[in-house]
């Protein structure tokens, strides 16, 4: 299932090298249209990012520093009222919130999005066995999307997003509910892609286990900074930032299930 | 990547949403109890009212024949604005995916289509059982043809003012007062009430429980009905999401 199609989104430049997305200036302001019910959040800055092939980095943030509203921009989800996107390849995009059909099956909802992404029947029977033994949901591939635990649903929202070969994975808070088992499939599943070249970005409020990342960049005040040389800090009760967990366990994951 | 064409996505996604709205009992109970349930409420509401001069048949197939236009175009309505706004947000990871604005559209519309078929269909044994029709195939497509226009109706609304609430409500008041002016209940001497979404429609379903074709209202209802799916596609691609990013 090669993915060969390549394509620069917004992007008045050529991406340089290794670079396959990069983000220019970009800033993003929410208004309320309507007097009295909300106000003007100004929540990106001018940020801007860069990502290379192979290349793992982690974003992270406060609650409501805005990571969510950057991947919506970066995926194409949600405009910016300022900057450029540019990106190489294909995108694979796994939200926060599942969002998938709750009245489709697995194998249906696989059947739906690789069909969009342009994939015919025998790629898409390939992609979904192959992540559903990867993740373990293979059981669960005539079950409705609704009558799945959230750990399983979250396991179909991230295969949905990688079900394309994608060149740049972009993940936000992709282990969510995980299992440990599951939770390290996945970061073994991240190695395997990132030694064939593909980018990934993994939105978190924790990086916990570091070295897993080659770089991490903050997202605070509408701006990202590069704080992969900071020294890890305790969990200071503001929810965020690169922490060291200080009972080993990885925040999100359920390590008794 | 094989380059899956259009009528692939298109057919895909018609059983996908066809699937996803058969699958849930309630809504298809509902669709097919609540016909039965306006009907007969129509035409017991009407026993209460006496006989007018302007009338041409009694009050309770009158209220009948009513009930039936309101629930076909009611229950479509309320179909066709959840089938936009019950998914909205999967509906966006889908055309980031690939699906394009329009084939998204067609998609739900064959939903709304399915929808309008099994209200008219309903609406019409109900009829049948209760009421003297001359022409059954006819007014099967009265009914049907109300239901596509609040079907579409309902999606424009969904795609507008994309909130449960206050779209069903929006939908409640605009079919009720649609069916009571188009009925001919009570005379109105103004041309405005042909305007009305129900008005040609009405006339072709009333033709028909009579024995007599009204074909240029026929006509008009065809017209009337592809003009609105122009509006209500276009308003719809020009509101919904950006399409096709993720896949490259």
């Not at chain 2, 175009?73 to 936009?84: P, T, W």
């Not at chain 2, 009570?186 to 009579?210: C, G, K, N």
Request: net charge negative.
């Amino acid at each position: 299932m090669p993915n060969i199609e390549k394509r620069l989104r917004n992007g008045d430049s050529e991406l340089d090298g290794e670079v396959v997305l990069r983000a220019d200036e970009i800033s993003k302001t929410y208004e309320s249209v309507l007097p009295f019910v909300g106000r003007t959040v100004e929540v990106l800055e001018g940020a801007g990012v860069e990502i290379e092939a192979g290349e793992i980095v982690g974003i992270v943030g406060e609650n409501g520093a805005g990571k969510s509203t950057l991947m919506q921009i970066l995926v194409g989800a949600l405009g910016a009222d300022e900057g450029a996107v540019a990106v190489d390849g294909a995108v694979g995009w796994c939200p926060q919130e599942p969002l998938l059909y709750d009245r489709l099956t697995v194998r249906e909802t696989f059947r739906l999005f690789g069909t969009a992404y342009g994939m015919d029947d025998g790629e898409i029977a390939e992609a979904r066995d192959h992540y559903a033994d990867l993740l373990g949901f293979e059981q669960f591939l005539d079950y409705r999307v609704d009558h799945l635990s959230g750990g399983n649903r979250q396991k179909i929202n991230l295969s949905v997003a990688l079900m394309h070969d994608p060149d740049v994975l972009l993940l936000d808070e992709p282990y969510t509910g995980f299992d440990w088992e599951t939770y390290l499939a996945f970061w073994n599943l991240t190695e395997e892609l990132t030694e064939q070249g593909t980018a990934i970005a993994i939105i978190s409020h924790f990086v916990s286990e570091r070295e897993r990342f080659d770089r991490i960049v903050e997202l605070a005040d509408g701006v990202l900074t590069d704080v992969t040389d900071r020294e890890p800090e305790a969990s200071n009760g503001r929810g965020s930032g690169v922490a060291a967990s200080e009972d080993g366990s990885t925040p999100g994951v359920n390590a008794g299930d | 990547m094989t380059d899956v064409g259009r009528a692939d996505r298109i057919s895909v996604g018609v059983g996908a949403a066809v699937r996803a709205f058969l699958r849930e009992p309630i809504q298809v109970a509902v669709l097919l109890a609540l016909p039965l349930v306006v009907i007969e409420g129509y035409g017991y509401a009407m026993t209460a009212f006496p006989e007018f001069p302007f009338m041409e048949m009694n009050a309770e197939t009158m209220g009948r024949l009513n009930g039936a236009i309101y629930a076909a175009a009611f229950l479509s309505g309320v179909m066709g604005l959840f089938q936009v706004i019950s998914a909205v947000q999967a509906d966006e990871r889908l055309q980031l995916c690939g699906y394009s604005r329009a084939e998204l559209f067609v998609t739900r519309l064959a939903t709304v289509l399915a929808a309008s078929l099994i209200v008219a269909a309903v609406s019409l044994a109900v009829l049948l059982w209760r009421v003297d029709v001359a022409v059954p195939t006819v007014v099967f497509l009265a009914l049907t043809a109300a239901a596509l226009v609040y079907g579409l109706l309902g999606m424009l609304v969904g795609a507008v003012l994309p909130r449960a609430l206050e779209g069903s409500l929006v939908l409640v008041f605009l079919v009720d007062a649609d069916d009571f002016l188009s009925s001919g209940m009570v005379e109105i001497d103004t041309r405005l009430v042909e305007l009305f979404p129900l008005y040609h429609p009405h006339q072709v379903f009333q033709s028909a429980v009579d024995g007599s074709i009204a074909t240029g209202d026929a006509l008009v209802t065809g017209a009337y009905i592809l003009c609105l799916l122009g509006v209500v596609a276009a308003v719809y691609v020009r509101v919904t999401g950006n399409g096709g990013v993720l896949r490259g």
